[in-house]
């Protein structure tokens, strides 16, 4: 089991960007597909971003797609999460997770497909 520790969360004025760091323990990273997700206070857990393995496929929620980023370093067993042009609503604690896989190719985007969760990191966005 792969454990997870995010940083980079902080507060950021609307427009603002931040970038967001998970490293991963253990010497297996490559084989996990990685995500981020987000929970506001009072709402349920949201898929934010995935990224396959070997980092050839992403894929995004609708509400962030075109502002964020996320990326990977296998090298450094590090993802990331790039977010730009940032609003009040994307304030959350935004978690990283890992699903282990054999596909290549593959990224979940359903919190249920994850083993493997950060602590969390919070992101606040004032107006």
């Known amino acids: 089991q792969v454990q997870l520790v995010e940083s980079g969360g902080g507060l950021v004025q609307a427009g603002g960007s931040l970038r967001l760091s998970c490293a991963a323990s253990?010497?297996?990273?490559?084989?996990?597909?990685m995500g981020w997700f987000r929970q506001a206070p009072g709402k349920e857990r949201e898929f934010v971003a995935a990224?396959?393995?070997?980092?050839?496929?992403?894929y995004y929620a609708d509400s962030v797609k075109g502002r964020f980023t996320i990326s990977r370093d296998n090298a450094k067993n590090t993802v990331y999460l790039q977010m730009n042009s940032l609003k009040p609503e994307d304030t959350a604690a935004y978690y990283c997770?890992?699903?282990?896989?054999?596909?290549?190719?593959?990224?979940?985007?359903?919190?249920?497909?994850?083993?493997?969760w950060g602590q969390g990191t919070q992101v606040t966005v004032s107006s």
């Open positions: 990224i396959s393995r070997s980092g050839g496929n992403t």
């Open positions: 253990g010497r297996t990273f490559s084989m996990y597909a």
């Open positions: 997770a890992a699903d282990f896989t054999l596909d290549n190719d593959y990224a979940g985007i359903r919190a249920q497909k994850y083993y493997s």
